[in-house]
């Protein structure tokens, strides 16, 4: 079975235009999760989806980020207009979510580079 | 805030010894516990997950939990240098719905 699929894998772009990246689940997986990665802060949660809904979006940033689950495979996270203090790498995870927890599996990844 | 702590290290162990990494974090009211593995340039795969007191092993990999404590550990034994990668212990807190708080991360150098 594939894995967490994610594009684009690497992503350039300069200060202020929009930009969008894409998550496709593990087929079956209940929850995604958006995450970024940056060497200051670590591994930070953004947003997180459960059956579709989002449940918690306290760690989006600022009005900038939105993040949208329009079915069960898939997934968007949009920053507009982007700035360079968004470079990171950001990723998806998605866990079958039973009466409790259970593994995240993650994504490989899209490194966003803001000029 | 719930926060889940671990030395950046680096932490640097000879071939062949054991590595021990460990982790607390600051809420009593916690269900489940993992230790993720990170190498340089890709995504946290997991290693090892934990739901109860005690030892849990799977390989080389022992991790340890101690709810009264808030501590959880990772151990690593027969290291080998294809080990040295980046540890991120995470926490799931009892009511986040699946929700996982990530450490920052133990980065383990294991020396030929």
């Known amino acids: 079975d594939a894995g967490v699929i994610q594009s684009p894998r690497h992503e350039v772009t300069e200060m202020g235009q929009e930009v969008t990246l894409r998550c496709k689940p593990i087929?079956?997986?209940?929850?995604l999760f958006w995450y970024r990665q940056t060497m200051m802060r670590g591994l930070e949660l953004l947003i997180y989806?459960?059956?579709?809904?989002?449940?918690?979006d306290s760690g989006m940033p600022e009005d900038r980020f939105s993040a949208k689950m329009p079915n069960a495979s898939f997934s968007t996270l949009k920053i507009q207009p982007s700035e360079p203090r968004d470079s990171a790498v950001y990723f998806c995870?998605?866990?079958?979510?039973?009466?409790?927890?259970?593994?995240?599996?993650f994504g490989p990844g899209t490194r966003l580079t803001v000029l | 805030q719930k926060e889940v702590e671990q030395n950046s290290g680096p932490l640097s162990v000879p071939e062949g010894a054991i590595a021990s990494l460990n982790c607390t974090y600051s809420d009593r009211v916690s269900q489940s516990f993992f230790w993720y593995r990170q190498y340089s340039g890709k995504s946290p795969e997991l290693i090892m997950s934990?739901?109860?007191?005690g030892d849990k092993e799977d390989g080389r990999f022992t991790a340890q939990l101690n709810k009264a404590s808030q501590y959880v550990s990772l151990l690593i034994r027969d290291s080998q240098p294809s080990d040295s990668a980046t540890y991120l212990c995470a926490v799931n807190f009892w009511g986040s719905q699946g929700n996982l708080i990530f450490g920052k991360g133990t980065k383990l150098s294991v020396k030929p």
């Open positions: 087929s079956g997986h209940n929850s």
């Open positions: 934990i739901y109860s007191n």
């Open positions: 989806f459960n059956n579709n809904v989002p449940i918690d």
């Open positions: 995870a998605s866990s079958f979510l039973a009466g409790g927890t259970d593994t995240q599996y």
